[in-house]
C-alpha cells in the first residue's frame, strides 16, 4: 500500500524511495528500477525537487570512524521565561547536536547530539545549562542502534 497523497502517484513514490536509498543514482538507474527511461525520471525529479519533496542530497557519515562515539538524547525542561526562537537558535548553533525536536509532555524539546565521549557530554551539558531559558536537562545515553531506517518510509506492502 502506498503513501496517499493527491500529488504524488506511485513513480513518484518509487522514486522518492530509490532517492532516499541512494541519493547518487544516475536517472538511468532511477528508471531502471521505476520503468521509465531517463529523461522522464529527470522531469519527475526536478518536478519533486521544485515542489519541496526532496529537500536536499547528502552523504550519511560514519560517525564513530570520525571519532564520535556518543550518541544521546538530551531533554530540555525550560524555564517560564524561555524565548524559544532565541532559545533554539542557541541550540542549533552547537555543532553537537544534530536534532532539535518541540515536543508534547514535561519537556518543551528533545535533542539528538553526538559527542566524542562522556566528557565532551558533560561539556556540552555545562554549556547547555548555561543557556537562557533553560531550567533544567535529562540525558539518555544510546548503548547501541539495533535499527535505524535512515529516512522516512514512503511506501507500504
Known amino acids: 500500500m502506498a503513501l496517499l497523497t493527491e500529488e504524488l502517484d506511485e513513480l513518484d513514490l518509487r522514486i522518492?524511495?530509490?532517492?532516499?536509498?541512494?541519493?547518487?543514482?544516475?536517472?538511468?538507474e532511477l528508471g531502471q528500477l521505476v520503468g521509465l527511461k531517463a529523461p522522464a525520471v529527470h522531469d519527475r525529479v526536478k518536478r519533486l525537487e521544485q515542489r519541496g519533496y526532496i529537500r536536499a542530497y547528502c552523504a550519511q557519515l560514519d560517525a564513530n570512524r570520525l571519532g564520535l562515539h556518543?550518541?544521546?538524547?538530551?531533554?530540555?525542561y525550560t524555564s517560564p521565561d524561555c524565548v524559544y526562537d532565541d532559545f533554539t537558535r542557541r541550540l542549533s548553533e552547537m555543532p553537537e547536536i544534530s536534532e532539535v525536536h518541540s515536543v508534547?509532555?514535561?519537556?518543551?524539546f528533545l535533542c539528538k547530539v553526538v559527542t566524542r565521549s562522556t566528557q565532551h557530554l558533560d561539556d556540552l551539558l555545562?554549556?547547555?545549562?548555561a543557556t537562557p531559558?533553560?531550567?533544567r536537562t535529562r540525558t539518555t545515553i544510546v548503548l547501541g542502534t539495533p535499527f535505524d531506517r535512515g529516512g522516512v518510509t514512503v511506501r507500504w506492502g
Open 70 to 76: 556518543l550518541i544521546a538524547f538530551i531533554s530540555c
Open 16 to 28: 522518492l524511495d530509490a532517492l532516499q536509498r541512494n541519493a547518487r543514482s544516475t536517472f538511468t
Open 104 to 108: 508534547a509532555g514535561e519537556e518543551s
Open 126 to 129: 555545562a554549556r547547555l545549562k
Open 133 to 135: 531559558g533553560m531550567a
